[in-house]
Antibody, heavy 122, light 107 residues
Framework: EVQLVESGGGLVQPGGSLRLSCAAS????????MSWVRQAPGKGLEWVAN????????YYVDSVKGRFTISRDNAKNSLYLQMNSLRAEDTAVYYC???????????????WGQGTLVTVSS | DIQMTQSPSSLSASVGDRVTITCRAS??????LGWYQQKPGKAPKRLIY???SLQSGVPSRFSGSGSGTEFTLTISSLQPEDFATYYC?????????FGQGTKVEIK
């Protein structure tokens, strides 16, 4: 059974840092791009970043470029999001999601974690 | 970046009604689109992949159609458990982009 379990959320002051983790199981983690998606309270879904299978390519939404860093450890089946210089507008539930797989016939964003809440407030 | 314009933003419907939600892409995305249902406090759940393929376990009253720039999610006969917010998501290119969401409420 595919499982994605996020952790690391919490309350942080503006300008502070937080590192989110996503533990993956039930599939070959190293064969998939992985993404982070967030949802501010009462708002829609926003894609944040993704990372290629071997970590060689990373992409970000403009609003987090230079502040957030996505990474992965395939030996630990884990995905990370390092968030620095946090702002009130980063307050959201952060989800990890399985993105594109290797080869044809992959249909991304089939599995999602339960989310972890990040609150940026003084 | 590809913009996804979803409409309507909300709708009120009764049990048994046929409901249609539309997403329009700012440029062609082939069939690289999924539809998601989200209930309060829960993660999104995929209903449709590749624009028109029904996710395993999802009731057949849900269907998707379209290719290129115009996509539709249809619920043929709305059930009480279908009241939720629905999103489209394009994965043709990065950044991935979502539609703004459609909240389906009880009439």
């Amino acid at each position: 059974e595919v499982q994605l379990v996020e952790s690391g959320g919490g309350l942080v002051q503006p300008g502070g840092s937080l590192r989110l983790s996503c533990a993956a199981s039930g599939f070959t983690f190293s064969s998939y791009w992985m993404s982070w998606v967030r949802q501010a309270p009462g708002k829609g879904l926003e894609w944040v970043a993704n990372i290629k299978q071997d970590g060689s390519e990373k992409y970000y939404v403009d609003s987090v470029k230079g502040r957030f860093t996505i990474s992965r450890d395939n030996a630990k089946n884990s995905l990370y999001l390092q968030m620095n210089s946090l702002r009130a507008e980063d307050t959201a539930v952060y989800y990890c999601a399985r993105d594109l797989g290797a080869g044809s016939g992959s249909f991304p964003f089939d599995y999602w974690g339960q989310g972890t809440l990040v609150t940026v407030s003084s | 970046d590809i913009q996804m314009t979803q409409s309507p933003s909300s709708l009120s419907a009764s049990v048994g009604d046929r409901v249609t939600i539309t997403c329009r892409a700012s440029q062609g995305i082939r069939n690289d689109l999924g539809w998601y249902q989200q209930k309060p406090g829960k993660a999104p759940k995929r209903l449709i992949y590749a624009a028109s393929s029904l996710q395993s376990g999802v009731p057949s009253r849900f269907s998707g159609s379209g290719s290129g720039t115009e996509f539709t999610l249809t619920i043929s006969s709305l059930q009480p458990e279908d009241f939720a917010t629905y999103y489209c998501l394009q994965h043709n290119s990065t950044p991935r982009t979502f539609g703004q969401g459609t909240k389906v409420e009880i009439k």
